[in-house]
């Protein structure tokens, strides 16, 4: 996206260069002769820049396609595949490994639908998506609140980015993380 910016400002910019006269270049009023870029002999001396509309971008395929030459527009059939695995909850049915497709939903996830929803959710905002899968940084002060033995890994791809994330109940910023990924994780309060 930023090629194709930079190449229509170069390319307007150089229709502008040439479609300026050189009469106006140095303002209304003029105290002297001007100097010319333009050559008084030779063969380009009869050559003048001629005023048209200035050219439309040109499409570059490889800025507008997206993998195996879909469109921007067509999604890949589903951009999010997780792995969940989940141990210790406590929970009747909470525990094992699911496997979690969105776009469209499948997979044996107990709560598919509700979990694609939560990512999209997630998804929508600039800070979601920087930090549903963020791991909570190292020094960070939170309350000693034990919230459990659960813990879960979450591998694979949202929304085509790597996903490779463990998640426990240990402390309180743990449990808001943990909370923040349901249904995605079981809620186990």
């Known amino acids: 996206m930023l090629r194709r910016l930079a190449l229509t400002a170069v390319v307007s910019l150089a229709a502008l260069a040439t479609a300026v006269p050189v009469s106006t270049a140095s303002g209304p009023v003029s105290s002297g002769p001007v100097p010319v870029a333009q050559p008084t002999s030779g063969p380009f001396a009869a050559v003048r820049p001629s005023l048209g509309p200035l050219p439309m971008p040109v499409p570059l395929p490889g800025f507008l396609e997206g993998e195996n030459g879909k469109g921007a527009g067509e999604a890949n059939e589903a951009l999010t595949r997780l792995t969940v695995s989940v141990e210790n909850t406590g929970v009747a049915g909470a525990d094992g490994t699911f496997e979690l497709e969105c776009g469209p939903t499948g997979g044996n996830h107990p709560r598919g639908q509700a979990a694609c929803d939560r990512l999209a959710e997630a998804g929508a905002t600039r800070a979601g998506r920087q930090e549903l899968f963020r791991p909570t940084p190292e020094g960070t002060m939170c309350t000693m609140i034990h919230g459990g033995d659960a813990t879960a890994r979450i591998v694979g791809t ?23 990924l349901v249904p995605v994780l079981p809620d186990v309060r």
């Open 158 to 180: 949202w929304e085509g980015r790597a996903v490779d994330t463990t998640a426990s109940r240990r402390d309180g910023c743990e449990i808001a993380r943990w909370n923040s």
